[in-house]
């Protein structure tokens, strides 16, 4: 009977101290470390600097631009952005608003946010990944907002270039 008490006693003190070693996540840190990393990752874009950009990207991120054809892996993105980094400027996304989100255990993250562009407010979004002590973008989106108001009009003129990628697309 003792050899099962101590037992139970031991694994109990086990259980409450492997409970009470586990990494708490505290949101408002990590909430600001990837506001900076996002921020950064916009500021590089608009000052080309190449590896600053894409060293915030996971070696397998996917990048989806606003053309239904943009769909890269890393390696791909950064190929066709170069000679954009080569020039000095690629482009200059300035966030306007920002929402994260994160799961229970605290190592996935997911935004939103609203931009300020060359092709006016567009939206962003993400999942972020902790690798270690970093967080890295593993699948980013930028898409061009319609207005509700103008929707109808903005229609016919996706039309144009889109019906044939639908079409491509259905086969």
Not at 17 to 33: F, H, P
């Amino acid at each position: 009977m003792k050899k099962i008490f101590l037992l139970c006693s031991a694994l109990s003190i086990m259980v409450t101290v492997y409970v009470s070693n586990k990494a708490v996540v505290n949101i408002t840190k990590e909430t600001a470390t990837i506001n900076t990393l996002l921020n950064n990752w916009h500021v590089a874009a608009a000052k080309a600097d190449y590896n600053a950009y894409f060293n915030k990207i996971a070696a397998d991120g996917r990048y989806l631009g606003t053309d239904a054809g943009e769909n890269w892996g890393k390696e791909a993105f950064a190929t066709f952005s170069k000679p954009y980094f080569d020039k000095g400027k690629a482009w200059d996304f300035k966030p306007l608003e920002r929402h994260i989100y994160f799961s229970k255990d605290g190592k996935t993250a997911w935004f939103d946010e609203l931009l300020d562009t060359w092709m006016k407010v567009c939206r962003g979004s993400g999942v972020l990944e902790k690798e270690g002590k970093e967080w890295k973008i593993k699948h980013y989106v930028l898409s061009m907002t319609v207005p509700n108001e103008i929707s109808k009009e903005v229609i016919p003129l996706k039309a144009k270039y889109e019906d044939a990628v639908i079409e491509k697309l259905k086969k």
